[in-house]
């Protein structure tokens, strides 16, 4: 057990709709990472939250948004969904230092129907 | 190795065998490390991190080798396991100052007893 935790476990919706993801990172760490997996794709890095700050961005789309809480517990917006999201979503959280190893949540399983 | 579609390498080895997991990453400015392995259904975990300063580094039953030169990364199992079956990916730290990894595409263990 990592200690992070993400709900739900598995999510499954209909095109265009619109979903959240929810991360608790481990206690202490103020960053958090979200990352989508498809079988295609690989582990894609999609955004980066440190202390209720964004501080970095990768291959997110734009109907995609997240944010960090005062509590530094974090959600994945994803909007008008559509078949090709379908995915398992990650939550990552570390100290958010330089070099600091980043410890994986279990995830979110979304299918887009 | 790359992997292609949705086939990813696959290392076959027997139960007691040493095995070993290649990866060549993409950024020579790299300076961190990380092999994390992912059970079916789960997220990422953690095996062992090695920094650039390093070229070696053991844990537990792991080893993990740095050849700056060529860009390379491995990590050795010692008496491979059934319980080590898994997918294991190696991820890079590029210097920004902010942590983000990037991964590679996987190489999949199967450990028949």
């Known amino acids: 057990d990592s200690g992070v935790t993400q709900t739900p476990k598995h999510l499954i919706t209909a095109t265009g709709q619109r979903v959240t993801l929810r991360c608790s990172p481990r206690?202490?760490?103020?960053?958090v990472y979200w990352y989508q997996q498809s079988l295609d794709q690989g582990l894609q890095f999609l955004i980066q939250y440190y202390n209720g700050e964004e501080r970095a961005k990768g291959n997110i789309l734009e109907r995609f948004s997240a944010q960090q809480f005062p509590d530094l517990h974090s959600e994945l917006n994803l909007s008008s969904l559509e078949l090709g999201d379908s995915a398992l979503y990650f939550c990552?959280?570390?100290?958010?230092?330089?070099?600091?190893?980043?410890?994986f949540g279990p995830g979110t399983r979304l299918l887009v129907l | 190795g790359e992997s292609v579609g949705l086939h990813l390498p696959t290392l076959s080895v027997q139960e007691g065998d040493n095995s070993i997991i290649n990866c060549a990453y993409s950024?020579?400015?790299?300076?961190?490390f990380i092999w994390y392995k992912q059970e079916s259904g789960k997220g990422p975990q953690f095996i062992i991190d090695i920094r650039s300063n390093m070229d070696k580094r053991q844990g537990q039953r792991v080893t993990v080798l740095l050849n700056k030169t060529v860009k390379h990364l491995s990590l050795q199992i010692a008496a491979t396991q059934p319980g080590d079956s898994a997918v294991y990916f190696c991820?890079?730290?590029?210097?920004?100052?902010?942590?983000?990894?990037?991964f590679g595409k996987g190489t999949m263990l199967l450990v028949s007893p």
């Open positions: 991820a890079e730290n590029h210097p920004s100052g902010y942590s983000t990894l990037t």
């Open positions: 950024n020579s400015a790299s300076d961190y």
């Open positions: 206690s202490g760490d103020l960053s």
């Open positions: 990552a959280s570390s100290d958010g230092l330089a070099e600091e190893t980043q410890y």
